[in-house]
């Protein structure tokens, strides 16, 4: 371990299933606040993937705030790995692989067959059910949501989702966690996209559908949010960074949960279908090549 000061509420060690961007930034956060952190993945290019993520993230932290210490010396309390035993000293392990709800039941099943009594597991999920997350787990009390928000060490908002067998002293330690990581905890009940998925998705469907039926062009409708309401991002270029495939993956689930009003635009199906997934393939409902 470094002779990193840790902010109080910071646990020492802590584990993140998953090393894709959502995943390198929450490992980042973590270490940048002096934490040792593993990073697991599914196999050793993955791995290496994610390490080279979290990699590049802390370079770029270092380079904007150079008092927060060498890229050496945050690195080596990275660690990699494809073996879910490594998070067996963890105080904390974060689930951070896709919005998909067998996949995720089966990756939070096996991070818990390694955990000591007592570890808290969080799932990253933007919209699923904690709740249900829990009931599928041996120790339901030891589990909560932690939605982290894209871009990781940018973003000062990290929602904190109760579940309903979540065990009440766990919320202020969480709360706790957020305060050290130097963000804001917006604690919310389980419910169906919690707070800032279902608001934020409920804004994006109603742009696209603004786009659908010609109303405005993308442009003009992010930009009416973004001057006249403040929103540092429009809802479409938001949808863009986030992905519509995950934004289509959200909506259906919202669509089920909720009903009518989150049913998806046929435009998202389209855009989708064609592959013209956002920011990650270069076009979504902007041009970002």
């Known amino acids: 371990m470094s002779n990193t000061v840790m902010p109080a509420g910071v646990p020492a060690r802590v584990g993140v299933l998953g090393g894709g961007r959502m995943g390198a930034g929450i490992a980042h956060a973590f270490l940048v606040k002096g934490a040792d952190v593993v990073v697991v993945e599914r196999d050793d290019a993955s791995a290496q993937a994610g390490r080279e993520r979290v990699e590049a993230?802390?370079?770029?932290?270092?380079?904007?705030?150079?008092?927060?210490?060498?890229?050496?010396?945050?690195?080596?309390?990275?660690?990699?790995?494809?073996?879910?035993?490594?998070?067996?000293?963890?105080?904390?392990?974060?689930?951070?692989?896709?919005?998909?709800?067998?996949?995720?039941?089966?990756?939070?099943?096996?991070?818990?067959?390694?955990?000591?009594?007592?570890?808290?597991?969080?799932?990253?999920?933007?919209?699923?059910?904690?709740s249900g997350l829990a009931e599928e787990l041996e120790r339901p009390r030891d589990f909560i949501g932690l939605h982290f928000f894209n871009p990781v060490p940018a973003s000062a908002l990290i929602e904190v989702v109760i579940g309903k067998q979540t065990r009440p002293e766990l919320i202020e330690?969480?709360?706790?966690?957020?305060?050290?990581?130097?963000?804001?905890?917006?604690?919310?009940?389980?419910?169906?996209?919690?707070?800032?998925?279902?608001?934020?998705?409920?804004?994006?469907?109603?742009?696209?559908?603004?786009?659908?039926?010609?109303?405005?062009?993308?442009?003009?409708?992010?930009?009416?949010m973004v001057l006249g309401y403040k929103h540092p991002t429009g809802p479409l270029r938001t949808t863009d960074i986030v992905g519509l495939d995950v934004r289509l993956g959200i909506a259906e689930y919202l669509h089920k949960t909720l009903g009518e009003r989150f049913a998806p635009p046929q435009i998202l199906r389209d855009k989708v279908t064609s592959g013209n997934l956002g920011r990650k393939t270069g076009k979504g409902f902007f041009d970002w090549s």
């Open 173 to 224: 330690q969480a709360r706790s966690w957020v305060q050290g990581l130097g963000k804001t905890a917006v604690v919310v009940n389980d419910a169906p996209g919690f707070a800032s998925s279902r608001l934020g998705v409920a804004i994006a469907l109603e742009a696209m559908r603004m786009v659908e039926e010609g109303v405005a062009s993308p442009e003009d409708i992010d930009n009416a």
């Open 57 to 130: 993230s802390a370079a770029k932290s270092i380079e904007r705030d150079p008092q927060g210490g060498t890229l050496d010396e945050m690195v080596s309390r990275l660690s990699v790995s494809v073996d879910y035993g490594a998070f067996g000293d963890r105080g904390l392990v974060v689930e951070a692989v896709p919005e998909d709800w067998a996949l995720k039941v089966t990756a939070l099943r096996k991070v818990e067959e390694q955990l000591t009594p007592g570890t808290v597991l969080a799932s990253n999920t933007s919209s699923l059910s904690v």
